[in-house]
């Protein structure tokens, strides 16, 4: 069933791909090929670890190479906003540039929402609760 989950996904991508072949809407596009991929790349490591249990560290390195296609398609600022309170230690500057931080951090951090949800699944409904929190947390973000 995961593979063939993963072969429609991919499917509706090469489909998308060659419908809008529109320069306009190339960027758009390729973040799109971006998520879809990741997506599809992660719902595999799931089916890999469920048929083979695979260990953790391969897990990781796994879900490392899924985020590798977001980091690529990511054109957004690489800074963080300062808190208030601690901007008289950076001499009044509102943002903060991370630069290659920024990335690392975006890919850890979908590593672990990856993960963490993989560790509960089999506690029942904590799993659902999870991704619901962390959507929530994703849309608040993005306001």
Same mark, same amino acid.
């Given at each position: 069933?995961?593979?063939?989950?993963? @072969?429609?996904?991919?499917?509706?991508?090469? $489909?998308?791909?060659?419908? +809008?072949?529109?320069? %306009?809407? !190339? #960027? &758009?596009?390729?973040?799109?090929?971006? $998520?879809?991929?990741?997506?599809?790349?992660?719902? /595999?490591?799931? *089916?890999?670890?469920?048929?083979?249990? =695979?260990?953790?560290?391969?897990?990781?390195?796994?879900?490392?190479? @899924?985020?590798?296609?977001?980091?690529?398609?990511?054109?957004? &600022?690489?800074?963080?906003?300062? &808190?208030?309170?601690?901007? %008289?230690? /950076?001499? @009044?500057?509102?943002?903060?540039?991370? @630069? &290659? /931080?920024?990335? !690392?951090?975006? $890919?850890? *951090?979908?590593?672990?929402? +990856?993960?963490?949800?993989?560790?509960?699944?089999?506690?029942?409904? =904590?799993? #659902?609760?999870?991704?619901?929190?962390?959507? =929530?947390?994703?849309? =608040?973000?993005?306001?």
């Amino acid at each position: 069933l995961y593979l063939c989950v993963v @072969g429609l996904i991919l499917l509706c991508q090469g $489909a998308i791909v060659s419908v +809008t072949n529109d320069a %306009e809407k !190339a #960027v &758009p596009l390729a973040k799109a090929n971006a $998520a879809i991929n990741s997506i599809a790349v992660m719902l /595999l490591l799931g *089916f890999v670890d469920d048929v083979l249990d =695979v260990r953790w560290k391969y897990k990781i390195i796994l879900s490392l190479v @899924g985020v590798i296609s977001l980091l690529l398609a990511y054109d957004g &600022p690489l800074s963080v906003a300062v &808190p208030h309170h601690l901007r %008289e230690y /950076l001499n @009044g500057a509102s943002l903060l540039y991370l @630069g &290659p /931080l920024y990335l !690392a951090y975006m $890919a850890l *951090f979908c590593v672990f929402c +990856t993960n963490s949800i993989n560790i509960l699944a089999g506690i029942n409904g =904590v799993e #659902v609760g999870q991704s619901l929190v962390i959507a =929530v947390a994703s849309i =608040v973000h993005n306001i």
